[in-house]
């Protein structure tokens, strides 16, 4: 019989070990960071699309240069109401900024203002805010009866807002609105949600 011989044996094989338990917890930590994107992505589309305020027409509520987040996402389940603050484009021109105005009367009413006064189905219109007597009705000195599908829009700053008065601006169709103005970003003071 032959004697074995132990020691160092150089031709001998290593069992490789594959260790599942750190490629699990590779797996976990990778896709715990796709559905962190996607949650991200999905927010900031929907309820965090930020816009800065152009100009004076929305004062005090916002005022030039403000910040403000814009929710894509609800007016596709609700309509949009007398009171909100809509982002839109106007006449769906997409090579300008945001618009920011108020609502005022939505599709089926009928507006005229009158002695610097808005009516919306006959009846003054209850302002949510504090806002100057109009200097200037606009288009809107006759009666304007909506469309199913046009909403009638004022900056909270009357006499110095370009809105639904005028009619390069005229009656803002569902289809221009991006949505909602709902949260103010920046300046610091005004952080919060909005009236």
Known sequence: MGRRV?????????????????FQEIFIWILEIAIT???????TYF????????????????DDGDEVL?????????????GDIIAFL??????????MKRIIAVPGDSVQITDGIVYVNDEEYAEETQVSRMEDPGIAKDKINLGEDEYFVLGDNRNNSEDSRFAN?????EEYIIGKAWFTVSPR?????MQ
């Open 6 to 22: 132990r020691g160092l044996n150089f031709g001998r094989k290593k069992e490789r070990r594959v260790n599942l338990s750190l």
């Open 70 to 82: 814009i929710d894509r996402f609800s007016y596709k389940f609700i309509s949009p109401k007398p």
């Open 189 to 193: 003071h005004k952080f919060g949600l």
């Open 47 to 62: 309820f965090g699309v930020r816009s800065a305020v152009i100009g004076p027409s929305m004062s005090p509520q916002l």
């Open 37 to 43: 994107i996607v949650i991200a992505v999905v927010f």
């Open 169 to 173: 601006i005229g009656c803002v169709k």
């Open 90 to 99: 106007p006449n769906g021109n997409t090579n300008t900024h945001y618009y």
